[in-house]
């Protein structure tokens, strides 16, 4: 099992639509989550930190499922500037670093 | 501006020779990593480091190597580059500790002809 899966999608959909990205990890003792944003041809940035309790910033939650080790991000009525390609985060089994998943794009259209 | 300066920001270079990217910060923080993206495969870590001349290998370290004589520079050579080697290259650093949110440069974009 990869250290990090996600739906590579692409993910359709028209504005206003709520849509729902996971991702699954492999290493229990897991400490760190992230959601990540990356723009064609551009850096990663910081989307949000993923707490146990979940947390909400705006239109953007994310949830953290530890017995079935998997992380969640719901996006609410999506805007156009949302598309990108959303990464999931989280240390690696070593406990050297940050492990990135391969991404999951979304496209949101008029 | 998470103050991270990556140089060159475009290269191309021919197969056997040596190449030297560079990342800089403008602060004192502790973690600096180098990650190479490719389609299909993701954000991998190449090294990272934990200090000044403290460093480590990642999962695809093989035909790179590092070093980090200043806080501030965080040095990834190819020391004989390799077509497999193109790539997007990011340098990331940790505000915290270990495990805080990464912050990206805005990547170099190298082609080994």
């Known amino acids: 099992r990869k250290e990090v899966e996600q739906d590579p999608g692409p993910f359709n959909v028209p504005e206003g639509a709520t849509v729902a990205f996971n991702c699954t990890y492999s290493n229990s003792a897991s400490q760190s989550f992230f959601w990540y944003r990356q723009d064609c041809r551009k850096e990663p940035k910081l989307l949000m930190s993923?707490?146990?309790s979940g947390n909400e910033d705006g239109r953007f939650t994310a949830q953290l499922n530890r017995a079935s080790q998997y992380i969640s991000l719901l996006i609410r009525d999506s805007k156009l500037s949302d598309s990108a390609t959303y990464l999931c985060v989280v240390n690696n089994q070593a406990g050297t670093a940050l492990i990135f998943g391969k991404g999951t794009t979304l496209s949101v259209s008029s | 501006d998470a103050g991270i300066t990556q140089s060159p920001r475009h290269k191309v270079t021919e197969t056997g020779t040596p190449v030297t990217l560079r990342c800089h910060q403008t602060e004192n923080h502790r973690y600096m990593y180098w990650y190479r993206q490719d389609p299909g495969h993701g954000l991998r870590l190449i090294h990272y480091s934990y200090g000044v001349k403290d460093t480590d290998k990642g999962e695809v370290s093989d035909g790179y190597s590092v070093s980090r004589s200043k806080t501030e520079d965080f040095l990834l050579t190819l020391e004989s580059a390799t077509s497999s080697q193109t790539s997007v290259y990011f340098c990331a650093i940790s505000f915290g500790e270990r495990f805080s949110p990464l912050h990206f440069g805005n990547g170099t974009r190298l082609t080994v002809t």
């Open positions: 993923v707490y146990s």
